[in-house]
């Protein structure tokens, strides 16, 4: 795995933003978020479809395994409300680490479920994620966004990522300014699995 500044493996931790927890992604959270994701409109910039509890625990469990290159950390985290009784989740950020020059670089992605959209949700956890990358040593952040998908690009933006000309696979390439450390200190980190 990419190593941190202080050489310790890249592995998530529990974000607090300002109304979030990040909380590092189990099997367990499968129930829930099978639920958070059934909407088939949250796949229609990104494809495929809704997956059961079951197709989502696998997937959670290859996840969790880990990416089978050593020099690569997939870390992924579902999104707690805590503003809302019971503090349920309502979606999901994940960041691939790589290395790179002269520093680690992460694509970053997000989903939030459509009953909470339009809050904020997305650009909070982006932005949470973000800064707690650059506290690992990430030195660039991107993100991949369809050019219809006016509300994920507003989101790369409110992180602190800008447009650029390339095109992968039909999205446009969302990048952290290259003279510098993404991140401004937003977030809180624990250390524990839990908030």
Same mark, same amino acid.
């Given at each position: 795995?990419?190593?941190?500044?202080?050489?310790?493996?890249? /592995?998530? #931790?529990?974000? /607090?933003?300002? $109304?979030?927890?990040?909380?590092?992604? $189990?099997?367990?959270?499968?129930? #829930?978020?099978?639920?958070?994701? &059934? &909407?088939?409109?949250?796949?229609?910039?990104?494809? *495929?479809?809704?997956?059961?509890?079951?197709?989502?625990?696998?997937?959670?469990? /290859?996840?969790?395994?880990?990416?089978?290159?050593?020099?690569?950390?997939?870390?992924?985290?579902?999104?707690?409300?805590?503003?809302?009784?019971?503090?349920?989740?309502? *979606?999901?950020?994940?960041?691939?680490?790589?290395?790179? #020059?002269?520093?680690?670089?992460?694509?970053?992605?997000?989903?939030?479920?459509?009953?909470?959209?339009?809050? *904020?949700?997305?650009?909070?956890?982006? $932005?949470?994620?973000? &800064?707690?990358?650059?506290?690992?040593?990430?030195?660039?952040?991107?993100?991949?966004?369809?050019?219809?998908?006016?509300?994920?690009?507003?989101?790369?933006?409110?992180?602190?990522?800008?447009?650029? &000309?390339?095109?992968?696979?039909?999205?446009?390439?969302?990048?952290?300014?290259?003279?510098?450390?993404?991140?401004?200190?937003?977030?809180?980190?624990?250390?524990?699995? $839990?908030?």
């Amino acid at each position: 795995m990419p190593a941190s500044p202080s050489g310790r493996s890249v /592995r998530p #931790a529990t974000i /607090r933003t300002a $109304r979030l927890d990040l909380v590092p992604l $189990r099997v367990e959270h499968a129930d #829930a978020m099978s639920r958070v994701l &059934d &909407d088939p409109a949250l796949h229609t910039f990104i494809g *495929g479809a809704p997956e059961d509890a079951d197709a989502l625990r696998a997937r959670y469990r /290859r996840v969790l395994a880990g990416s089978p290159d050593p020099g690569v950390s997939w870390c992924n985290w579902v999104i707690g409300l805590r503003a809302e009784d019971g503090a349920p989740l309502v *979606g999901t950020v994940q960041a691939t680490v790589v290395p790179g #020059a002269p520093g680690p670089v992460a694509e970053i992605a997000w989903v939030v479920g459509t009953a909470w959209q339009r809050r *904020g949700i997305a650009t909070e956890a982006a $932005r949470g994620l973000v &800064d707690w990358l650059a506290g690992q040593g990430v030195r660039t952040v991107v993100a991949h966004v369809h050019p219809d998908h006016g509300a994920s690009a507003a989101v790369a933006a409110a992180a602190g990522l800008a447009a650029t &000309d390339t095109v992968q696979d039909g999205e446009i390439r969302w990048q952290s300014p290259p003279d510098g450390t993404p991140g401004s200190g937003r977030c809180e980190v624990s250390r524990g699995g $839990r908030p």
